[in-house]
């Protein structure tokens, strides 16, 4: 495995080629989208678990010890992408063997699955803010507003004093005065405490005091460990913008479960799912506002990182899809792609590349899977 991971660090431009090239061959697969046909879509989910790994590969570090801790950490942006993968192979298996009206109950196990998995990546990242549903890890680092360890959304920063890294940070315990100290993951925050350290070092070395101090004592020194805060300890010490914050994430979690646990009760043709998907959408996002506006009127200046703020954009794009659910698409976007695939077929090519487009939308829009935006 070892030998895997270096070689596709080393290829990285013609892993990523050849993953492009597969996926856009498996859309042309004759029956892409036929309901007895599960072999096309497990290549094409396979293709992509094996692109989720080669991506985890390449952004994971690899420059030894000093990220030993975030190697052995369980890797939710991974997770979450091979279950995106996972569950489109669930739909059409379970469509095919148990039906359409059957088929909703599988989904919404796997839509819970998800929503635990999400839940806990927002919990190990400090409570920040999901990025593209959990694909993607939110690490940029955060203004401290106060000198209580308290972020920018008001979660509060607490390390356990033992070398261990947590929430973007390494701790270590020969901080200034002998206290513990917090190194940024960064090249250049663990150059400049690379420095620090030296430094300080050099002074205990020339200093006879310290020099007696480092007589080996027959007592090994006491680590003080300081447990990770809880979720109530956590909700009790923020503000309300940041408690907001935590209730809009949680929202939008939650929303494709939703969705699907009313479709398996309503049926896919019923305005409901649809139109309370849209409110919890507009919720979170409401939400959101709100506790951004209230960061504001108390004067902080820092809010949301710019990968936050275009996450919140992409969620917006993301309303699009609504387009393509039931039973808006059935109503109105069906009704307008037969007309232009009947007005543009006459034209030579471009003909052929609308009825294959429509074709493709109409068969997408098929699986809650590409159109749940979950």
């Given at each position: 495995m070892?030998?895997?991971k270096?070689?596709?660090?080393?290829?990285?431009?013609?892993?990523r080629?050849?993953?492009?090239l597969a996926?856009g061959?498996t859309?042309?697969?004759p029956?892409?989208f036929?309901n007895?046909?599960?072999?096309?879509?497990a290549?094409?989910?396979?293709l992509?678990?094996?692109?989720?790994?080669?991506q985890h590969?390449?952004?994971?570090?690899?420059?030894g010890?000093?990220?030993?801790?975030?190697?052995?950490?369980?890797?939710?942006?991974?997770?979450?992408?091979?279950?995106?993968?996972?569950e489109a192979?669930?739909?059409?298996?379970a469509q095919?063997?148990?039906?359409?009206?059957?088929?909703?109950?599988?989904l919404?196990?796997?839509?819970?699955v998800?929503?635990?998995?999400?839940?806990?990546?927002?919990?190990?990242?400090?409570?920040?803010?999901?990025?593209?549903g959990?694909?993607?890890?939110n690490?940029?680092?955060?203004?401290l507003?106060?000198?209580q360890?308290v972020k920018t959304?008001?979660?509060?920063?607490?390390y356990?004093?033992?070398g261990?890294?947590q929430?973007?940070?390494?701790?270590?315990?020969?901080?200034p005065?002998?206290?513990?100290?917090?190194?940024?993951?960064?090249l250049?925050?663990?150059a400049v405490?690379?420095?620090?350290?030296?430094?300080q070092?050099?002074?205990?070395?020339?200093?006879?005091?310290?020099?007696s101090r480092?007589?080996?004592s027959?007592v090994?020194?006491a680590?003080?460990?300081i447990?990770?805060?809880?979720f109530a300890?956590?909700?009790?010490?923020k503000?309300?913008?940041?408690?907001?914050?935590?209730?809009g994430?949680a929202?939008?979690?939650f929303?494709?479960l939703?969705y699907?646990?009313?479709?398996?009760?309503f049926?896919?043709?019923s305005w409901t799912?649809?139109?309370?998907?849209?409110?919890?959408?507009?919720?979170?996002?409401?939400?959101?506002s709100?506790?951004?506006?209230l960061?504001?009127?108390?004067?902080k200046?820092?809010?949301?990182s710019s990968?936050?703020?275009d996450?919140?954009?992409?969620?917006k794009m993301?309303?699009?899809l609504?387009?393509m659910r039931?039973?808006?698409?059935a109503?109105?976007?069906r009704?307008?792609?037969?007309?232009?695939?009947k007005?543009?077929n006459?034209v030579?090519?471009?003909?052929?590349i609308?009825?294959k487009?429509?074709?493709?939308?109409?068969?997408?829009?098929?699986?809650?899977?590409?159109?749940?935006g979950?």
């Open positions: 070892e030998a895997y270096v070689w596709v660090r080393k290829n990285r431009d013609l892993v080629s050849l993953e492009s996926n061959v859309w042309i697969l029956e892409r036929a007895s046909e599960i072999a096309p879509e290549v094409y989910a396979l992509g678990i094996v692109s989720s790994v080669n590969i390449i952004e994971t570090p690899n420059d010890h000093s990220l030993a801790s975030k190697e052995q950490s369980i890797p939710w942006a991974l997770v979450v992408s091979i279950l995106k993968d996972v192979v669930v739909e059409v298996a095919h063997f148990v039906g359409d009206d059957r088929k909703w109950g599988f919404a196990v796997t839509e819970a998800k929503a635990c998995v999400r839940l806990a990546a927002f919990r190990e990242s400090g409570y920040r803010m999901l990025l593209q959990g694909e993607v890890e690490e940029e680092e955060d203004v507003e106060d000198n360890g959304n008001g979660v509060p920063v607490i356990p004093v033992n261990h890294s929430n973007g940070h390494w701790i270590t315990t020969d901080g005065d002998g206290k513990p100290g917090i190194i940024s993951k960064s250049e925050g663990r405490a690379a420095l620090n350290r030296f430094g070092n050099a002074k205990m070395l020339s200093d006879p005091t310290w020099m480092l007589q080996p027959p090994p020194p680590v003080m460990e447990e990770k805060p809880t300890t956590i909700w009790s010490s503000g309300v913008s940041g408690r907001l914050f935590m209730l994430e929202v939008h979690i929303r494709p939703v699907v646990l009313l479709i398996r009760k049926g896919i043709k799912p649809w139109l309370v998907s849209l409110a919890v959408e507009l919720t979170s996002l409401g939400i959101h709100h506790a951004t506006d960061n504001h009127r108390a004067g200046v820092h809010q949301l990968a936050e703020r996450e919140l954009k992409r969620r993301m309303w699009a609504y387009v039931d039973p808006f698409f109503s109105y976007t009704r307008h792609l037969e007309k232009a695939e007005a543009l006459p030579p090519l471009i003909g052929f609308t009825g487009l429509v074709e493709l939308l109409e068969g997408a829009q098929s699986r809650y899977t590409y159109t749940s979950s």
